[in-house]
């Protein structure tokens, strides 16, 4: 029987090297897979380049990636809020690059990599600095820009639940970019609360089939009840 589940985050993580490009939920702190980040630290891996919604928040999960220096380059729709001083500055010395997408395109690029579709017209970014260098295209009267997908070598994710063949439940608003990043990565590292036998939950409740899904890892000093 496949056994994915992994006895320790530092063995989930032990493939990852320098220069990978990683994909990590979460949307500000919901759903940010916190402990796997902390773990990514810990491998010492280098000039990563960072898939996430947004660019971190305080001193924590991505910020702390940022800080730690290990970021070469992040791609992500909100770089720049009240506590993301991390990135700005490493981003004002120089040290990190800056990849930017409008949220709604950054999602259909995820979910157009695990769905197989080659590329998409989006009039998202049409007419701004965004669509510099893009192919531009008009349908039915409206000006739109062509976008391909974004995949990753490895997706960071948290879910509330998951068996040992990763199958895995989200929690409310955690969910967020867990799923379609699960499907747009070629090894899938998950973080779960709670760790349960097989057979244990609803078929009809399982978001991300265990097929998208190589490693997951209980944490039970994740926060069970929060939404977070």
Not at 26 to 50: Q, V
């Amino acid at each position: 029987m496949l056994d994915k589940s992994s006895a320790s985050i530092e063995h989930a993580l032990s493939a990852i090297e320098d220069n990978a490009t990683i994909m990590i939920g979460g949307f500000g702190t919901a759903g940010m897979p916190n402990e796997l980040i902390d773990g990514l630290i810990d491998t010492g891996a280098r000039d990563l380049t960072i898939i996430n919604n947004n660019a971190g928040n305080g001193d924590t999960g991505v910020a702390a990636l940022i800080a730690a220096g290990r970021v070469r380059k992040i791609i992500c729709s909100f770089p720049r809020q009240s506590d993301s001083h991390h990135f700005d500055a490493a981003y004002r010395a120089g040290r990190i690059a800056l990849e930017l997408i409008p949220q709604g395109s950054l999602a259909a690029r995820i979910h157009a990599a695990g769905t197989g579709i080659g590329a998409f017209y989006t009039p998202t970014g049409y007419g701004t600095l965004l669509a510099e260098g893009k192919e531009t295209r008009t349908i039915d009267g409206r000006d739109y820009i062509l976008e391909y997908p974004l995949r990753a070598d490895f997706a960071l994710i948290k879910a509330h639940r998951g068996d040992p063949w990763g199958n895995l439940v989200y929690r409310k608003t955690a969910r967020n970019f867990g799923p379609i990043m699960a499907m747009a990565a070629t090894c899938t590292i998950a973080q779960v609360a709670e760790l349960v036998p097989l057979g244990t939950l609803d078929p009809e409740a399982i978001v991300t089939p265990g097929i998208f899904v190589q490693y997951v890892v209980e944490v039970p000093s994740a926060q069970k009840g929060a939404i977070v």
